[in-house]
């Protein structure tokens, strides 16, 4: 039985008690209420079991930091992101400096890192056209896609 059935069970047999008020019905009531204990406790020990498991299969899972981590952006890819893209762009008006985008919302795992080039993120039209409203929006003719490369930094602890 789960949780939520015994719990249905708890609240019907405390109705008939409130409404007979007899010793079999007191019966009932008391059974059901220690099904209900017993199956939120089972549950409880099969939360603590599964997070167990989780840590063990996974070690970055165990990684203590205050928000929770998150995946990599890579469809399919159950690894945490650890690396942050920063595509660079050509400096305004000839500046040896690049133009720096960061794009912290599709941080990738270091896997993911090492194989996933920029146009994973000038290919795709939303990804774009959010890097292009900044331009515009900063009255900046926006860059070609194809002047833009990627590098990975990695993630710093404190700062997820």
């Known amino acids: 039985m789960s949780v939520a059935k015994s719990r249905l069970a708890f609240q019907s ?3 008939t008690f409130a409404r007979f008020r007899d010793e079999e019905s007191a019966g009932e009531l008391e059974k059901a209420a220690e099904r209900f204990v017993a199956e939120r ?3 409880r020990d ?3 079991k599964w997070k167990e498991r989780k840590r063990t299969m996974n070690p970055e899972y165990s990684r203590v930091c ?3 981590p998150s995946k990599c952006r890579i469809d399919g890819c159950r690894h945490f992101a650890t690396m942050r893209p920063v595509l660079l762009f050509p400096g305004l008006d ?3 400096e690049p133009i720096r985008v960061e794009t912290a919302m599709l941080d ?3 896997e993911h890192a090492k194989t996933v080039g920029p146009d994973a993120y000038t290919g795709n039209p939303d990804v774009w056209r959010a ?3 900044v331009w515009v929006d900063a009255w900046i003719e926006p860059p070609e896609p194809q002047s833009a490369s990627v590098m990975y930094e990695r993630i ?3 700062a997820r």
């Open 94 to 96: 000839g500046d040896p």
């Open 66 to 68: 205050g928000l929770n």
């Open 41 to 43: 406790r089972h549950g």
């Open 131 to 133: 890097i292009v409203k």
């Open 46 to 48: 099969r939360r603590e």
């Open 13 to 15: 047999a405390a109705l």
């Open 108 to 110: 990738v795992c270091e």
């Open 156 to 158: 710093d602890e404190h």
